[in-house]
């Protein structure tokens, strides 16, 4: 049991969970991150589209449309401090038929009341200008120059990483159980003991309803939507310079064509609620659907180049809405769906907020925002290269030949705050394993690695939890 009494828990390591701790990381708080994996960025947070919308798609007023504006404008500052890869590659969203254009002008409309800048309706014609590849069906398209694409794992781990680095605690395969309040503290009974703390914020994805229950009134539900994707090969990378967006429908954003910002090809995602959280499960039928889907948007997508599939799950609420709230020093921050990631910033910044009117801490003199990231050996100019393998000569040695990662970066990952201890924290670190072969020429080396640096057994290593 741990004895102390902490300022605040974080119930969730995903992107939410450590955008805040980041933040709470720049007060004089005793701060802690309840994990149940073996890694931050498990759950929804590793498995999206990567994109940071623009803003539109919102109803005015909402918390999405707020969040996602402000989280928005927030990731050119945020991706410099923590060194991590952000393009405003823009978004298209297209339609086929001119009675689909009043759709088109309802969102233009939307996203001026929300703030969003630049926002244009083209012609087909004009749209094909800038997309060649946009099928000759589409009818018109609506413009957004704001639109860009991140790294959901880099934003995640760097999130965490700085907060790590200025004295938050991150307490993994720590699977909440249950809550109780003693007084004004609660207590959090979990798979490692008993954690204390004086605010929870409870930021768990798609078990936030699970988790609020513990401790209030049931009020709202979350279903996990499960959406399917494919990942194209490099060669594929061009097909696209905008993110492709179709007109949404209740059930999300549609089935969107984008490139990614290392320079593959992402198609997808399905959008169908399912009963079990944990099914992150591909089918014939969902990845079908996609391919037919994406084809009326973007012609020519050459899915003889796909290199794998995945699906992940949203943490669709039952308000339509995000849940964010202080329920009496209980926060939640639940039905985190898209536009999750873009508003992740943000959030972050009005969870802390809600902290700081309850504690009035002091601000840190010494926080540092700055995370310097692993270097990038593919990425590197020749001289860099050179300086650096002279510095540390596994920088020289390339274990994965798909995506050109040296033993260097591989141990980098490893040895860091909070660094990887499975084959998949390795692989979201520095992308050992994502290329054509996914994996399976560089695995065994990798796990050689992690056995090595974690003094570990090699049949210990594990892919990941």
Known sequence: MDNRIYDAAVIGGGVIGCAAARELSRYKLDVVVLERESDVCEGTSKANSAIIHAGFDAMPGTLKARFNVEGNKMMDSVSKELDIPFTRNGAMVVCWKESELET??????????????????????????????????????????????????????????????????????????????????????????????RVVLNCAGVYADAVHNMVETPDFSITARKGEYMLLDKSAGSTVSATIFQVPSEMGKGVLVSPTVHGNLIVGPTAKDIGDKEDISTTRAGLDAVKSVSARSVSGVPYNKVITSFSGLRATGSTGDFIIRDCGCFIDAAGIESPGLSSAPAIAVYLTQLVCERLHPEKKQDFDPIRKGI???????????????????????????????????????????????????????????????????????????????????????????
């Open 104 to 197: 088109l002008e309802k969102l233009y409309e939307r996203g001026l009341q929300n703030g969003v800048e630049g926002l244009r309706i083209l012609k087909g014609d004009e749209a094909r200008e800038l997309e060649p590849s946009l099928s000759p069906q589409v009818y018109a398209a609506l413009y957004a120059p704001t639109s860009g694409i991140v790294c959901p794992f880099e934003m995640t781990i760097a999130f965490a990483e700085n907060a790590c680095a200025n004295g938050a605690q991150f307490e993994l395969m720590t699977e909440v159980t249950a809550i109780k309040r003693e007084d004004d503290i609660f207590v959090i009974s979990t798979t490692k003991g008993e954690f204390r703390a």
């Open 375 to 465: 270097p990038k050996l593919a990425q590197l100019g020749y001289d860099e290269r050179e300086r650096l393998i002279k510095e540390r000569p596994d920088y020289g040695q390339i274990v994965c030949r798909c995506e050109q990662i040296s033993e260097g970066e591989i141990l980098d990952s490893i040895r860091r705050p909070l660094g990887a201890t499975t084959l998949d924290g390795v692989k979201r670190r520095v992308r050992a394993g994502m290329g054509r072969c996914q994996a399976g020429f560089c695995s065994p080396r990798v796990i050689e690695l992690l056995a090595q640096e974690l003094d570990i057994p090699l049949w210990e290593v594990k892919k990941n939890g």
